[in-house]
């Protein structure tokens, strides 16, 4: 059977703009379909939310798995499905319906898909159970579950333990899925489909996908396994490849900080086999948004399979950061061990004013997209009896951001020369040795009047 299916999942839908998020990559194949007849049930959602276009693609890719599976059984688009295999097809919506029983002819089989129409709830439990009936417990083909629905179970008992006394019974299941009114439940299609469950669900990310992974999965259905197979995965520069689990069947290795190679040298050539991947990536951009996890992924083996990775995609948030002055840049020093001093040039240091230096960091919280703040910070020192004295005030303007929702941004390195000749601390006047007690007040406005999203709130400073 080749290839019989791949996936790609991360397990986040959004992350933090210093994130990390686990991939996973899974595989599953099968051996050749000629040499090991087998029994294949199309179990096709026809609920109410499949009406209109989203059918029409269903059983364009239903069909175009029965042709292909009819050239690959016996060398020929003869009509008929050869080699000992058969292919039946149910229905389910309220309940489940036997559209027609295991047979080798190609016109009925497409005449049951072309029947098809959509109404009701999604009874998936049924659906299991009425494609399990169509078995026949004394054959020695193989039998194979393709199951496509586009929602959550809302009509009959769960399905998931008709599906895994389903899959006790030797069947292997497949999902593929595509998100409906009433939603997907990724969850569910991996627990229903056979372990590893990342390589037998595959998510169609509009209907116009859906013929095609109907065609992956017949093409590679009617392969011999794989051989000699090589994945090169290059991560989205704003990622970087973190570490690598061992894969449970062949090896992986990071060839580059974004990039990894995952080789197996045969999978499904004796039987039905599954291999996983598991990586870890860091998001090292400085933007937030939706952006895709991967650049590119290939795959290729001795056979020819085909193969395609889903690409996904995962929301990052990162928060704003203002500077309203450019901050000093920091050098770098190591002292070795065992040494007690050392002398480091500093390069050349303007005198800006005589006295110490008070720098400030300042969150203004619950900022809204297209919205300019306005952020005054005001320094006065404290007397002995309490009484404050004017140090300085600075006033900036934060910047509008495109990030989506409001959000808190940081503005840093807000900072104040308070030269010594001013300082209220005493017998140690014009020196650095007395201790200067100061209060800081922080308030913040919008500037553009229109805005009513959410307020702002002064924030606190560090």
Known sequence: MGITSSNKQVSAASLDCDGTLKVTLALAAAPDITENPTDILLVL????????SPLASMKAGAKEFIDILDRATDSAADGHIG???????????DTATTDIALVTSVSA??????????????????????????????????????LFTDGRTTAGPPP??????ARAAGCIIYCIGLTGSDGLDLGA?????????????AIAPDEGELEELFRDLAVNIAHPGATGIVIDEVVNSDFIITSITPPSRGTAMTVAA?????KIPELGVSGNEGAVLEFYIRHVGQTCG?????????????EGNRVRFPSPTVQVECGMVVKPEPCPTPVEMTMDSCRDCMEV?????????????????????NVCPGRRVALAVILTELDSAGGEHPRGMKTITVPAHSCSGCRDVLVRCVKFVLPEDLALSGSCRHSLCGTRRFKARCIAHPIDTDYCCCGLVPGDGN
């Not at 998931?160 to 006394?165: D, E, Q, S």
């Not at 299609?189 to 669900?201: E, Q, S």
């Open 45 to 52: 959602d026809r609920s109410g939310s499949m009406a209109g």
């Open 83 to 93: 080699g000992g295999s058969r292919i039946g097809v149910v229905s389910f919506a």
């Open 258 to 262: 974004g990039t990894l190679q995952w």
């Open 290 to 302: 939706e952006k895709q996890v991967n650049a590119s992924i290939t795959y290729h083996d001795n």
């Open 160 to 165: 998931a333990p008709v599906a895994a006394a």
């Open 345 to 365: 040039d500093m390069g050349e240091v303007w005198m800006e004013s005589q006295g110490r230096i008070l720098q400030l960091d300042v969150t203004v919280k």
């Open 109 to 146: 089989l497409k005449s049951a898909v072309d029947g098809l129409t959509a109404g009701g709830d999604t009874n998936h439990a049924d659906a299991f159970s009425r494609a399990m009936s169509l078995f026949d417990p004394l054959s020695a083909n193989a039998k194979v579950i393709v």
């Open 189 to 201: 299609l991996n627990d229903w489909a056979t372990d590893p469950n990342a390589a037998h669900v």
